[in-house]
């Protein structure tokens, strides 16, 4: 791993990226040519700071002594909703013009952004209409409609998914706001890392989890405008490791079926995402499931908060290679606190043979 002022391959950036040229991973150059920039997340930050928690940067010694390195965990379990998702659904709703809202938003997902964008449209008092597939837990099905969501089922498969949320789109006139793949929510999404260098400027690396990539791509661009040299980094499930296998490859790579603990990370990359993870990511590292259950474990013990395994992924890449962190300054971005507790017993017992 070859870090921040270690060689020539420390990427150049400009402090103010713009929708032009942008640098691509390593020592080579390229072009992207749309996408939101720095000063977009800087727009973004001011315009939901009324509406979302700045959530705490943690710390924990006895963490730091397992890895030799000093770990700084920003918080998004803490967020309203449990997770990140709510500063990109409330970036794109806050965005709308009032022609726009009047009419509703629309979205797709049986996570944490239907949730988020419920919490997003009541704040602005309108309507938003929710698809979730017929199988979501009842748990999230109350979340959204306890946010005032409106929620239409379908199949549990993308088609139905899509299809059903355009049949919305042409029925009521509303906004569809994509779970990940929209320029607003990258911007909101990168408020996040944004935060966290402005408490703790001097990083040398960045770790964000990466499922369709809406995250870790606002993560990459608050990165590359604050602090250019820094090493950006996704993580990821071994056994769902799309994300990875699209940079590899130079094209995108359709998530495999869901086999990992990390719900909240078994999505495809979008038409978004990948250029700006292709143009701005270092790397994407894998963690097995073993090494998930045990980071979120870790941080549950140590630190006494509540993560989900998508989170904890971040932690489970830094512990399972110490070597390659040791002595460094990591930023880690805790993603969500939305735990399937009997889920997680099961994994807690398939892994340790402790009954969780």
């Not at 009997?342 to 017992?349: T, Y």
């Amino acid at each position: 791993m070859v870090w921040a002022g270690d060689s020539a391959r420390v990427i150049r950036a400009a402090q103010e990226l713009s929708k032009a040229a942008l640098p691509v991973r390593g020592s080579t150059i390229g072009l992207m040519t749309s996408g939101p920039g720095f000063s977009d997340l800087r727009a973004a930050q001011e315009r939901i700071r009324p509406y979302v928690h700045r959530t705490p940067v943690l710390t924990s010694t006895s963490i730091d002594a397992m890895v030799g390195a000093s770990l700084f965990f920003k918080c998004e379990n803490f967020q309203k909703v449990g997770a990140f998702k709510y500063r990109g659904a409330t970036n794109a709703v806050q965005l709308l013009s009032e022609d726009q809202a009047a009419r509703g938003v629309v979205t797709h997902s049986s996570g944490n952004h239907a949730a988020a964008l419920a919490l997003a449209a009541k704040m602005r008092n309108i309507a938003a209409y929710i698809v979730m597939p017929r199988t979501a837990p009842r748990i999230k099905q109350a979340a959204v409609e306890g946010y005032g969501g409106r929620i239409t089922f379908c199949e549990p498969n993308v088609k139905s998914r899509e299809e059903t949320a355009a049949q919305l789109v042409e029925r009521t006139g509303a906004t569809l706001i994509h779970p990940f793949d929209d320029e607003n929510v990258i911007a909101g999404q990168g408020t996040a890392a944004l935060e966290l260098l402005e408490d703790v400027p001097d990083l040398d690396a960045m770790l964000a989890p990466v499922g369709g990539g809406g995250l870790l791509s606002g993560t990459a661009i608050a990165c590359r405008g604050i602090r250019p040299g820094i090493r950006v980094i996704g993580c990821e499930p071994a056994v769902a490791a799309d994300a990875a296998e699209s940079l590899r490859v130079g094209s995108i790579v359709p998530a495999r079926p869901p086999a990992s603990i990390c719900d909240g990370l078994l999505t495809s990359l979008g038409k978004h995402t990948f250029p700006i993870l292709r143009a701005m990511v270092d790397e994407i590292l894998l963690a097995e499931e073993s090494e998930i259950v045990r980071a979120t474990m870790t941080i549950m013990q140590r630190m006494k908060i509540v993560v989900e395994p998508s989170a904890a992924v971040t932690l489970a890449v830094v512990l399972s290679r110490r070597g390659e962190f040791a002595g460094r300054r990591v930023g880690l971005i805790l993603s969500g606190g939305n735990v399937d507790l009997a889920r997680l017993a099961s994994a807690i017992e398939a892994t340790t043979g402790a009954k969780g």
